[in-house]
């Protein structure tokens, strides 16, 4: 019965799908003639087509070429094409930046921030392929990276298998979120390799342990995704399965169908030399069928080579057994049904601005960020990376390089040499070049070093001379412009080094900010200004975790400064108490949660809690001092603890006629004017005791004088920053967590977002790696929700369909809402920081869930006061969502 049904599935509906063609994503012929190109088409009838950098140079043509193709397939009464590319981002992007397509940064890069950024880089990459008709991506690679692997370099997330699961895992969410198919790769990982299947058979030698560590993404992938794509690689695991390449094993198609028996499986190029353990390739795919896999890869090397393949792949199905026939028409039902399914035409729901996502990406990516650097007399050796990757001349325009042009306006006296790193003569060349301008103080080499195949000796024995070369001995202040491959880090001891991972317009023009933007005032100025002030004084400091300063390139806690500064002054200067603020002088209790005081400490004084017994210092708590320094660092609303605890210390000191020092410190969302809700007096609470929009606009400082023109104390405000300082202070990586639910700036940026949640019965995302960045509840339709408050086209932000579950996590939130319940729900994405409304998007998602769910909606009180007042500073706003 089983053997009539599937054949009289083939003869009634798939006729065509016989062809062994229906098993192949092929690479296109190298002809831009649309004859030859339907020709080929009739002659292979694949499942799909791969396209390379010649196919995607312009937008518009590649438009073009999709449409034709898909076209000329329905003509040819063939199931809709796959239409494939490899854009992982970074270094493997086959488009062209020139062409109207945008770039996004390398995986590596992605991996050391946020996940927002992975999830913003996938929707920018989906974006750019649905509008050009491409369906499927290769991509994301799930390999471990292995500073000893030079093959993948910064196509790896990062040597985390958990942190690889939930960034590609997040860079997928944005593919899909429009339809993209993504493909995870290279099952069962080559991180653990060190050659290149491309050239090499390959064998990876790991331990069952090794292997369980470098498995673990794809296995986590299997499970939590319903039908995913893995791509298999060619390499050799001999110590877990056969001691065959990975696309021609059994074994390898069983393990992954035991996790999830809807995965579909696709090889890797059959043109690499990694799988060629046979001279007739036709028999390695017949192999690789029966093993399991679905569909195979193959870039033709020579002019019809796919084509002679299929043919005799068709020739061989006539002299198969009829079960093997069987088998092999299952698999291809089992693509056509896939591709029903899968490749639909759905109409654009969200469209974000390509230009201006991918320069915020490239910003967030480039992590480096080197004070006070000064380029002036500078020469810049620049490897031609046209020379080494077709489609990448804009990199080079009239001699120039695009960084050359990019850094002319700002740097004085900027010399530059170009070089091939093909050509043999440009060792010396770069040698004399640098020998002549001996007089040159600044040398910035723009390399492009990235593994087999790719980088040569000429550039290796460069980068050793230049590391040689450069040398505090000489003076040479050696920068580095670099695809961050790990070799390479090996070799540069002595360099400045920018890790870029891939070569893009918006990556080159972050770097040439950085190198010509980068003032920062010196965090030792505050400490020398302390010192001058606290001499022959009894001190009592309020602090917290994020109360450092960069001293001699090295972070300083402030208590122990401000203790060792006491224990070595001659007079009577001590550090005589220190207070603390809501979360504890080390950020480890959660919010609202009371802090006890301590009689002893480290620094052989008490520390009294200011979010316990008390709110405010007690006469006795300050009978003792001459000053009380204030240091905390908050984000930029009303809302924040810190402010009344400031007011209250302001307060207590006019009180006892005690001296004030406030070190004054940058605000996180500087760029945001004043804004929102005031503060009614019927509203003031602990939660919000500072009469100022919502959104203030101000820093602590400027705060602390305002509220002083009432109080009176005795102030001083330590001002070491202005707001020309405030980008650099952030990119510089001075952001320490103001609180233990706020760990990274995007969580700040969303805070004042989301924090209205915490008046509701909505979960915040406390309890979660991502508190105020996410928002749901069990009740709630998360798909749908996305859907509507990206159809309102909020300026400067994306959101995303997620299911998270609240834990309990010490020292965050002990018990978070819906605590150990699925929720589902919606992930904030900011991506322009100028164009959004925060007020608006705040109460807009509060009016949205009021709306969806009127029943189930709450709003949370502390005895008779409903909390959402305290923190919009009035009714207004609950009395507007219960209407």
Not at 71 to 88: S, V, Y
Not at 463 to 469: G, M, V
Not at 660 to 684: A, H, M, R, T
């Amino acid at each position: 019965m089983k053997k009539i049904f599937f054949i009289l599935i083939l003869f009634f509906n798939n006729l065509f799908s016989l062809n062994s063609g229906q098993f192949f994503i092929l690479t296109l012929p190298n002809t831009s003639s649309q004859k030859d190109l339907a020709t080929w088409l009739s002659k292979t009838k694949p499942a799909g087509v791969m396209l390379l950098a010649q196919h995607v140079k312009n937008r518009q043509e590649t438009k073009k070429l999709t449409a034709f193709l898909q076209n000329e397939a329905k003509r040819l009464k063939i199931p809709k094409l796959i239409i494939a590319i490899d854009w992982e981002g970074g270094i493997v992007s086959r488009t062209n930046e020139t062409g109207g397509f945008f770039s996004v940064p390398a995986p590596k890069n992605l991996g050391e921030i946020n996940r927002t950024y992975s999830v913003l880089s996938g929707k920018l990459i989906e974006q750019q392929m649905r509008d050009a008709g491409i369906n499927m991506n290769f991509a994301p690679s799930l390999d471990l990276f292995d500073p000893n692997n030079f093959v993948l370099g910064s196509r790896t997330f990062s040597s985390d298998p958990e942190k690889i699961f939930e960034l590609s895992s997040a860079f997928a969410s944005g593919l899909e979120s429009e339809g993209i198919i993504p493909v995870y790769k290279h099952f069962p990982g080559l991180g653990g390799g060190g050659l290149d299947t491309h050239l090499h058979q390959v064998e990876v030698k790991l331990s069952k342990k090794e292997f369980k560590k470098h498995v673990l993404p794809f296995k986590k992938i299997l499970e939590s995704k319903s039908d995913p794509f893995i791509m298999v690689t060619h390499a050799k695991y001999p110590n877990i399965f056969e001691n065959l390449p990975a696309t021609l094993s059994p074994k390898v198609v069983n393990w992954i169908k035991d996790k999830n028996k809807n995965a579909f499986l696709i090889t890797d190029d059959f043109f690499m030399a990694g799988v060629q353990i046979k001279s007739d390739l036709s028999d390695l795919v017949l192999d690789s069928i029966f093993a399991g896999f679905n569909l195979i890869i193959y870039s033709a090397q020579k002019e019809n080579q796919d084509i002679d393949l299929i043919e005799k792949l068709n020739n061989k199905l006539n002299y198969i057994s009829q079960e093997k026939k069987l088998i092999l028409e299952e698999q291809i039902n089992k693509i056509i049904e896939f591709k029903n399914k899968k490749l639909v035409d759905l109409e654009y729901k969200v469209i974000l601005p390509e230009k201006k996502l991918s320069k915020y990406l490239a910003s967030a990516a480039i992590k480096e960020f080197y004070e006070n650097l000064k380029i002036n007399n500078c020469l810049l050796i620049t490897a031609d990376i046209s020379k080494l990757r077709p489609g990448q001349d804009w990199f080079i325009n009239n001699k120039k390089s695009y960084l050359a042009k990019s850094l002319e306006k700002s740097v004085a006296n900027l010399k530059e040499l170009i070089f091939d790193p093909k050509d043999k003569n440009c060792v010396n060349l770069v040698l004399d070049f640098i020998k002549n301008n001996e007089n040159y103080k600044n040398i910035i080499l723009s390399s492009f070093f990235y593994g087999q195949g790719v980088w040569n000796d000429n550039q290796k024995i460069i980068i050793e001379s230049l590391n040689s070369f450069c040398t505090q001995e000489n003076n040479i202040n050696l920068i580095n412009i670099s695809l961050a491959h790990p070799y390479e880090q090996t070799i540069l001891k002595n360099a400045k080094i920018f890790n870029l991972g891939s070569f893009s317009k918006p990556m080159l023009k972050e770097v040439a900010s950085r190198l010509t933007d980068n003032y920062l005032p010196e965090q030792c100025l505050i400490l020398e200004q302390l010192k001058e002030k606290l001499k022959n004084k009894k001190i009592g400091l309020l602090c917290h975790n994020a109360s450092y300063l960069n001293i001699e390139n090295g972070k300083s806690f402030l208590p122990d400064l401000l203790f060792d500064f006491a224990k070595n002054q001659q007079n009577n200067t001590k550090l005589v108490a220190l207070f603390s603020p809501e979360h504890g002088l080390f950020g480890n209790f959660g919010a609202t949660v009371n802090v006890d005081s301590q009689k002893n400490s480290r620094w052989d004084c008490p520390i009294y809690s200011l979010h316990g017994a008390h709110k405010k210092p007690t006469k006795e708590m300050l009978s003792n001092l001459d000053v009380l320094v204030i240091d905390l660092h908050e984000v930029g609303i009303r809302a924040f603890t810190y402010l009344s605890s400031l007011k209250l210390c302001l307060d207590a000191a006019a009180e006892n006629n005690l001296s004030v020092i406030v070190i004054d410190s940058p605000n996180p969302i500087y760029f945001w004017p004043k804004q929102g809700p005031k503060l009614q007096e019927d509203s003031v609470s602990f939660a919000g005791m500072v009469k100022t929009p919502f959104i203030h606009g101000q820093t602590i400082g400027q705060i602390a004088k305002d509220l002083n023109k009432k109080i009176s104390a005795n102030l001083t405000v330590i001002s070491l920053y202005d707001e020309n300082n405030f980008k650099n202070y952030y990119k510089a990586g001075y952001y320490l967590p103001a609180s233990p639910n706020l760990a990274s700036m995007e969580s700040v940026y969303c805070y004042p977002i989301t924090v209205f949640i915490e008046g509701t019965n909505y979960s915040e995302g406390r309890g979660t790696n991502f508190p105020f960045q996410q928002i749901g509840a069990p009740w709630i339709d998360g798909q749908k929700l996305a859907c509507i408050l990206n159809s309102k086209k909020l300026p400067g932000i994306y959101f995303e369909y997620v299911k998270f579950t609240p834990e309990s996590i010490i020292g965050k939130s002990v018990d978070p809402k819906h605590k150990n319940i699925l929720c589902d729900g919606v992930f904030l994405h900011i991506y322009d920081l100028e164009t959004i409304e925060p007020m608006k998007i705040a109460k807009t998602i509060l009016q949205t869930l009021f709306s969806l769910y009127p029943e189930q909606s709450e709003f949370i009180k502390f005895g008779n006061i409903y909390f959402i007042d305290h923190l919009v500073g009035n009714n207004s706003w609950r009395k507007d969502l219960v209407k």
